[in-house]
């Protein structure tokens, strides 16, 4: 006897398939079709305004907090013992928060200018955002089953990134709502600062596109100590560079990063590559 269809699985793969068409029409009709390469406008991202040791100050202040505050929080906690699904929360805060914390301080104490004037996310990043997402959704997922099925062909293990295993570990309600709060807020806004504003803005300036858009990219996905994530990770952060590039609006990336990784979280909550 067949097993009930989950009603949840079907909305995810219903989504799933939704968004999938939406970007393959977006793909075609923004990207690829001829007129629209024939009205492509130039690119209006301005070059990293510091010499490389400003960048190296960067990094070092950013990844500096985001080992340092987890150690602070992790000795805390020795004197006061919590669940271990708090304990996961609280430690993923707080590397996002020392990330946070170091590009902030870098900006104000040490940045040559601000990266743009006005707010970080405007309405029409609200909107390019959303675009460059769903037309990073079928490459992603291209990239994903192509790199997947070759790590299968080569006998290697499909492993998850550690913070999908981090959110499936936890169960309350509560919780998971922060946690989500940290991987569709949070993390978008330190790593686009930290891998597109920073990493991928200096390497423009001083290597051809290409090798500046993968270079940064492989970058990015590496931190997620993910193998099976690899190619899609790296697809992800390509298409974010180019929309940053090409919009000169970070909060543009900002955008996409973040619907992409709350799209992720429905669709694992619906029972979906869970």
């Known amino acids: 006897m067949s097993q009930p269809v989950d009603p949840s699985y079907v909305a ?5 398939g939704v968004l999938m068409v939406a970007g393959i029409w977006l793909l075609w009709s923004k990207v690829v079709r001829p007129q629209a390469r024939a009205q492509r406008t130039p690119d209006r991202l301005t070059p990293w305004p510091g010499p490389p040791s ?29 669940g271990a699904e708090l304990r996961l929360l609280l ?5 996002q928060g020392g990330l946070l914390a170091g590009v902030a301080g870098y900006h104000l104490g040490f940045g040559r200018s601000r990266e743009e004037a006005g707010p970080l996310v405007t309405a029409a990043d609200l ?3 959303g675009a460059t997402m769903l037309i990073a959704l079928p490459l ?28 499936l570990a936890i169960h309350s309600p509560a919780l998971r709502l922060a946690f989500v709060f940290i991987a569709t807020i949070a993390a978008p806004v330190t790593e686009e600062l930290i891998f597109r504003a920073g990493l991928f803005r200096f390497l423009r300036g001083r290597l051809p596109g290409w090798v500046a858009v993968l270079l940064s990219s492989l970058l990015f996905a590496a931190i997620h100590q993910s193998l099976a994530s690899l190619a899609g990770l790296t697809m992800l952060a390509a298409v974010c560079a180019l929309a940053y590039q090409r919009t000169g609006r970070l909060g543009t990336a900002i955008v996409a990063h973040a619907l992409f990784n709350l ?12």
């Open 12 to 16: 995810g793969v219903g989504l799933e």
């Open 54 to 82: 400003d960048l190296l100050l960067l990094l070092i202040l950013a990844f500096g907090g985001g080992m340092l505050f987890p150690i602070i929080v992790n000795t805390v906690l020795r004197g006061h013992p919590v």
């Open 91 to 95: 430690m993923a805060a707080a590397f």
């Open 127 to 129: 909107r390019q955002g």
């Open 140 to 167: 992603v997922y291209g990239a994903a089953a192509l790199w997947q099925g070759l790590l299968t062909w080569a006998g290697l293990p499909l492993d998850q990134e550690n913070s999908i295993d981090d959110f």
């Open 263 to 274: 799209t992720t979280v429905v669709v694992i909550l619906l029972g979906v590559n869970a």
